[in-house]
């Protein structure tokens, strides 16, 4: 029976519903991978494959079983088939599945960072990457997905590494091959079933056939109002016999429909297959000789000049804009007709517009298609030629977009460096991969070039790989070109370290960066050199050798007369000193800075001193000043589309709407969630628990204390736990300790309020100076005298100095006061408050909870829902289930009130 054209497009629109809950089950996986994810929306909807996941997620869930690799020809559907997996899998472990692309990786030695990135997992330290990487995953219990690893055969060895060291740890590989390894088990993949299609008859039949509802699926895109008769059915079915079903095939088959008919297509690839026949089967698999037929085909139907132009695109990982394609061939010499030849190739479906709406063209190829091109481009001898030219043409664009980052159109250039990211990488990773001394050159120079890349736009554990790799590579015959880039490189990785908080390389990089400066005699990189060297002094608080550090720098900015130096000088003294709390002196250079800048243009560095300025004002008592200041601050952060300073600025801003009225605490809480998810994205410590902070603020201010101790307290272990504080984050630790002191003190808890007000002091006071940043000085004068009057002076100097002589980790997780302590304070509000006793009673035993259980009991007191907490920690909603039901019996209560409660008295957040 014929099918109506309702059930027709009711069938395709239910494909896409069933593609768009996959991409948004994987889209926690898939954040770092932006385009995997547009390729997805350009192939097929999931069809046909029931069986094969279900067999996969069975193989799985085997005890015994940890690696299992997906095995098959190009085009066969392994990278679809273990997303699919892996949306299924996500509830059946407990810490999730996470989807890891290989493709765009050029050599082994890359695995190891790619894995970092996909977990976002920040490098750190000196330990080795596996060693860390083990850490990590050790009692985890997870999926890593690792898709397209044929090309990393060699690195398989790593892979029993963190099997045999991880116990709950498995792996799922797509490969082309086995990697034959101890412990694997194949799953070998074969195309979609097409056995006795040819010999059915019934309509209704043919197009249930797995190959045949794929092919459709695509024709359906073409021709949304397709009608399948009987013939049409005869037809598609030898199509699909014809193709051996391997769905990549069918797809390029299909596209061809937009040009022929049905029975042409037939008639074209039946000759193909004659074609096929003749070629001697010697290849690892039949069916990636076919596809390679297949693809062969697309190809030959084009004229020479799109051949050429096919071929030498396939060298763009991550896509290119038309303007890069024709500078590109200009750099071949070449005078093909760029914008006929991509639109040839754009209605072969061999490329893709991925900007539909963008008035700059920009086309992308499916990964399989562009390993096509890339055999074709090898075979042709031009590999190498295209490859220098794909190298000039970005070193050009590089070289262009970094005197624009200054002026008004920053965000504009940015987002031309973002969107060509992927293809940055897979420069980088060639040129580090190669043997050739110049191309190790060129590779520093890439990576010293895209700071702004790294650093304004949270690609900065990325860049610091990059530039450390290159800097090892690149010791041989320092002449004076060499030493300039290994200065520069030097100078890059020190900014990314000092912004990761990461003092001790950041020290070390600055220090070799200023070796190379001085042996060139470049006194404005030396100057600044020696400027992000006193930042790190003031960090540790040397404020005296910090000051005599920066005035040399200026010095040295002034002898050359570099503006710009000067300018960057002053910009970072008034940071410094404002959270020194000098603002005084803030004031002074952030208008003698502003003064230099209004001849240059720099918006940017305008609007981070003018941020300043403004919260001085606020401090000073002139809040609606500081406001005004601040908002113009966002709003040319925004424009410019620059991330470093905007969290800070919305964070500051939310503060002072919050204090102003209780009807814009809603608006407040609002620049609050988007300053967290812009530090998240850009993994800053410091955005992540300056807006944290604010948040338990405002969170006390709405009397709900249970969530602000939790914002507290994770506020500090984020700061605190295993590292030196910065001096940029020392007002930020201390005001939540404070914080958590005051949520103490509401609770009666005046003994751990002196406790925690004692260390809050120490990490403020370094060196004699305090910062007052973070601070309501009235306010802070009325707790400490309510706290030495129902204390009585003895017993406050007591906590005091008790909790001055603690670090930060044990003031907040070792419970100090006694369980008698409130029913002694208590009694003592009825009566006189020289009537407390000493405490004497033992502490109560602590309830034992595992690392993750004390994780989301602190989401849970935060006010998060089980699904919000879900997406936060990266694993199945079944899974916090599981976990909030064992904490509450652990507890011994049955809600969330009463968890948060239970955990506020017995400190266990």
């Not at 020809?73 to 472990?93: C, D, E, H, I, W």
């Not at 020190?494 to 001085?518: E, K, P, V």
């Not at 017993?795 to 006061?817: D, N």
């Amino acid at each position: 029976m014929q099918k109506s054209k309702g059930e027709k497009s009711g069938n395709h629109a239910y494909s896409q519903r069933e593609q768009g809950a996959l991409a948004q089950t994987l889209s926690g996986q898939l954040a770092f991978y932006q385009r995997l994810q547009q390729t997805l929306v350009t192939l097929p909807p999931f069809i046909g494959r029931a069986s094969e996941v279900q067999e996969i997620c069975e193989l799985l869930q085997v005890a015994g079983l940890r690696l299992c690799t997906i095995t098959g020809a190009a085009g066969v559907g392994k990278t679809r088939l273990a997303l699919k997996v892996a949306a299924q899998m996500q509830s059946a472990f407990a810490d999730g599945v996470c989807y890891v692309p290989l493709a765009s990786l050029q050599a082994p030695e890359f695995l190891l960072s790619a894995l970092f990135q996909a977990l976002d997992v920040r490098m750190h330290g000196d330990s080795p990457l596996l060693t860390q990487l083990q850490k990590f995953l050790y009692g985890k219990h997870i999926v890593l997905v690792l898709d397209n690893f044929e090309h990393l055969l060699s690195a398989a060895p790593l892979l029993i590494d963190l099997l045999q060291s991880c116990p709950k740890l498995k792996l799922l590989v797509t490969s082309r091959v086995a990697l034959h390894i101890q412990g694997e088990h194949e799953y070998l993949l074969t195309p979609l079933a097409v056995d006795d299609l040819t010999k059915l008859t019934d309509v209704e039949v043919v197009i249930q056939n797995p190959a045949v509802a794929f092919f459709l699926q695509k024709v359906y895109t073409l021709k949304p109002h397709f009608q399948v008769d009987p013939a049409d059915a005869t037809t598609i079915a030898e199509i699909c016999v014809r193709l051996e079903g391997v769905p990549l095939a069918l797809e390029l088959a299909a596209s061809r429909l937009k040009h022929l008919s049905l029975q042409a297509l037939l008639v074209r690839l039946t000759r193909r297959l004659e074609v096929v026949d003749e070629i001697q089967s010697d290849g690892p698999l039949i069916h990636q000789q076919t596809l390679r037929t297949t693809l062969s085909w697309s190809y030959q139907l084009l004229p020479f000049d799109a051949q050429q132009l096919f071929m030498w695109s396939a060298v763009f990982v991550g896509g290119f804009t038309l303007a890069s394609y024709e500078v590109f061939v200009r750099l071949l010499h070449s005078s093909l007709d760029v914008l006929q030849g991509l639109t040839l190739l754009v209605e072969h479906n061999l490329l893709y517009r991925s900007d539909q709406d963008s008035a700059e063209p920009r086309f992308q190829m499916l990964e399989i298609v562009r390993e096509y091109g890339m055999e074709l481009l090898a075979a042709s001898g031009e590999l190498e030629q295209a490859q220098r030219a794909y190298i000039l043409c970005y070193r050009d664009l590089v070289k262009k977009v970094s005197p624009m980052l200054r002026g008004r159109q920053q965000g504009y250039w940015l987002n031309v460096l973002e969107q060509e990211r992927y293809n940055l990488q897979a420069i980088i990773q060639w040129l580090l991969a190669r043997q050739q001394e110049e191309d190790h050159r060129l590779a520093l120079q890439f990576t010293a070039e895209l700071d702004a890349l790294w650093l304004l736009r949270g690609y900065a554990g990325e860049g610091r790989s990059f530039l450390e790799q290159a800097l090892a590579k690149s010791y041989t015959h320092p002449d004076d070109e060499l030493l300039a880039l290994q200065g520069s490189a030097y100078y890059v990785a020190g900014a990314i370290a000092l912004w990761q908080m990461d003092n001790t390389a950041a020290t070390y990089f600055f220090t070799q960066g200023l070796q190379c400066f001085r042996a060139l005699h470049h006194t404005a990189r030396i100057a600044s050199s020696l400027k992000y060297l006193a930042v790190i002094e003031n960090d540790l608080g040397e404020f005296a050798q910090a000051d005599a550090t920066f005035e040399e720098s200026l010095h040295l900015y002034r002898a050359v007369d570099d503006k710009q130096g000067m300018i960057s000088m002053l910009m970072t003294r008034v940071i410094t000193l404002f959270f020194r709390g000098a603002f005084e002196q803030v004031h002074v250079f952030g208008t003698e800075g502003l003064a230099l800048l209004q001849a240059t243009g720099d918006v940017w560095r305008a609007a981070v001193i003018e941020l300043y300025l403004g919260w001085v004002k606020y401090y000073q008592g002139a809040a609606e000043d500081g406001y005004a200041s601040i908002e113009k601050c966002i709003e040319t952060f925004r424009q410019l589309g620059n991330l470093s300073f905007l969290p800070e600025a919305l964070t500051v801003m939310a503060g002072i709407i919050a204090r102003r009225s209780p009807t814009e605490l809603e608006h407040a809480s609002a620049l609050l969630e988007e300053s967290l998810a812009l530090g998240r994205k850009a993994e800053s410590s410091e955005d992540i628990a300056r807006a944290m902070l604010a948040q338990g603020r405002l969170a006390m201010l709405q009397n709900n204390q249970a969530k602000a101790v939790a914002l507290y307290t994770e506020c500090v272990y984020m700061l605190a736990e295993g590292r030196a504080i910065a001096a940029k984050v020392r007002w930020i630790l201390a005001t939540a300790i404070e914080g958590l002191g005051v949520c103490a003190l509401r609770e009666g808890d005046v003994g751990r309020c002196a406790t925690l007000f004692g260390c809050a002091d120490t990490v403020r006071t370094v060196h004699g100076q305090r910062t007052p940043i973070g601070m309501d000085q009235m306010r802070y004068e009325q707790i400490m005298t309510e706290m030495r009057t129902r204390l009585g002076k003895r017993r406050f100097a007591h906590y005091l100095a008790e909790g001055r002589q603690m670090t930060p980790m044990q003031a907040v997780s070792t419970p100090i006061e006694r369980a008698s302590e409130r029913t002694s304070q208590k009694a003592a509000r009825r009566h006189s408050i020289n009537d407390i006793e000493p405490l004497t009673s033992e502490p109560a035993a602590p309830v034992l909870l595992t690392e993750r259980e004390r994780e989301i009991l602190r989401l849970l007191a935060a006010g998060r829902t089980n699904k919000e907490i879900a997406q936060h920690l990266v694993i199945s909603a079944s899974t916090v289930n599981v976990h909030v039901q064992s904490l509450y019996n652990k507890l011994g209560v049955s809600s969330r009130s009463a968890a948060t409660n239970y955990a506020l008295e017995h400190h266990l957040l």
